[in-house]
């Protein structure tokens, strides 16, 4: 049977997969739940202040992004955790800590940085914790916390460094997507000495419009989360993981075992998991894990470690790929039934119908593959 262990920033988990920081882990009770569902590891809601304004119960904060009836994402305004600092240190961490799975707490970087480095001291003091993610990145406070912080090398690199000398454990910085290069925010997490960091928060978004009174679905701006968002943060993961050698926890639209895979492929050491358990609920960490478990061993594959990374070696940029061979669609008349989706989908007007199947002028195919992806019969292949 594959061993599932992981280590990540100098601390082991059982499994890879890790309940992110948000509503699952509103209080202790959900992030037990999450670990006795099977998780490696649980992070709670990000525990930093708690400001009146922004009391819970809330008028309203989370909109599901649809293509026709399907969900594809999900917009929050969410805040930080409305329990108090008491509460965590006092009751939730312990039980949370009941479950068994390793604790990552999340603290927010505070506007000042030495009132992170108190609130770092404080919730280690518990001696509940394994290991420390420190948030620069909610997309949401139109002030000087979350991604304020985190869209600035050195606003982070400050944080990074104080939290990281005040922590006595393992210390990773929750990056915010919101930015064009990820790399550099990485480097300066890691100049500052800190031991991992966590790709990523969510992607700062417009819920949309309702047209029958024109108001916004949400009015304000939130965090765009779930499986529209894996290609955003895959980008950022393979850019990270290439340049800077810092161990990954990955976070974005994981919806079955096959997004851990892919994230580990990408170099990730854990990956986490938020709108999956909000869609489903806490079981289904149980089977993202059975899943994970059976195709590791129809594989073969004995540990994580003989992936990690293994895709990253083949990514190279459009200049090298324009010097390949070129492809062009190949349609086998026998699979084919000649339903007229590869036409309407060619922008290249390179297919058209005859009596009997689609066929293909391969002086017009560009080799793009869309008519390969869209064909219900599996019919086209590029060759
Ligand atoms: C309702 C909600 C609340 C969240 N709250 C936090 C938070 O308090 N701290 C944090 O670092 N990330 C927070 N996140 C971001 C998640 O931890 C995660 O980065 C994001 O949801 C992407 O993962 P997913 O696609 O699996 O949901 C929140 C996300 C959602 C949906």
């Not at 037990?32 to 998780?39: V, Y």
């Not at 170099?267 to 869609?279: E, L």
Request: hydrophobic residues 40%.
């Amino acid at each position: 049977m594959a061993d599932l262990r992981v280590n990540f920033a100098g601390v082991t988990f059982k499994n890879p997969l890790v309940l992110a920081s948000a509503t699952p882990g509103w209080d202790g009770e959900g992030m037990k739940r999450a670990a006795l569902a099977g998780i490696g590891g649980v992070v709670p809601k990000t525990i930093g202040p708690v400001q009146d304004w922004a009391a819970h119960p809330r008028n309203g904060r989370l909109q599901l992004i649809k293509n026709g009836s399907k969900a594809i994402g999900m917009v929050n305004l969410e805040l930080f955790t409305t329990k108090t600092r008491e509460d965590w240190i006092k009751e939730d961490l312990a039980i949370a800590k009941q479950g068994g799975a390793v604790m990552q707490v999340s603290v927010l970087a505070m506007p000042h940085p030495e009132e992170t480095a108190e609130l770092v001291d404080e919730i280690q003091s518990t001696g509940l914790v394994d290991l420390l993610e420190l948030n620069v990145s909610c997309p949401m406070p139109a002030s000087t916390v979350g991604m304020h912080i985190g869209k600035s090398a050195e606003l982070t690199y400050k944080q990074a460094k104080i939290a990281k000398s005040a922590a006595k454990i393992p210390l990773t910085v929750k990056l915010t997507p919101n930015v064009s290069d990820m790399v550099e925010i990485a480097q300066a997490v890691k100049d500052a000495g800190a031991d991992g960091v966590t790709i990523s928060n969510s992607i700062r978004s417009f819920a949309g419009v309702d047209i029958e009174t024109g108001m916004p679905l949400l009015r304000g701006y939130g965090g765009y989360t779930g499986p529209a968002i894996k290609p955003v943060i895959m980008r950022h993961l393979s850019e990270v993981a290439r340049a800077v050698d810092i161990p990954i926890s990955a976070i974005g639209g994981v919806m079955s075992f096959k997004e851990i895979v892919e994230y580990i492929m990408l170099g990730a050491s854990t990956v986490q998991t938020c709108t999956a358990v909000m869609w489903n609920g806490y079981s289904i960490i149980t089977k993202f894990l059975e899943d994970l478990e059976n195709w590791m061993d129809d594989k073969g594959y004995k540990s994580l470690d003989e992936i990690r990374g293994i895709a990253l070696p083949h990514i190279t940029t459009v200049e090298e790929l324009a010097k390949l061979p070129p492809k062009f669609a190949n349609v086998d008349v026998d699979k084919c039934n000649n339903c007229g989706k590869c036409e309407k989908v060619c922008m290249y007007r390179a297919i058209s119908s005859d009596d009997s199947a689609a066929c293909v002028d391969q002086t017009k195919c560009d080799g793009c593959g869309l008519c390969v992806q869209w064909c219900p019969k599996g019919a086209i292949e590029l060759r």
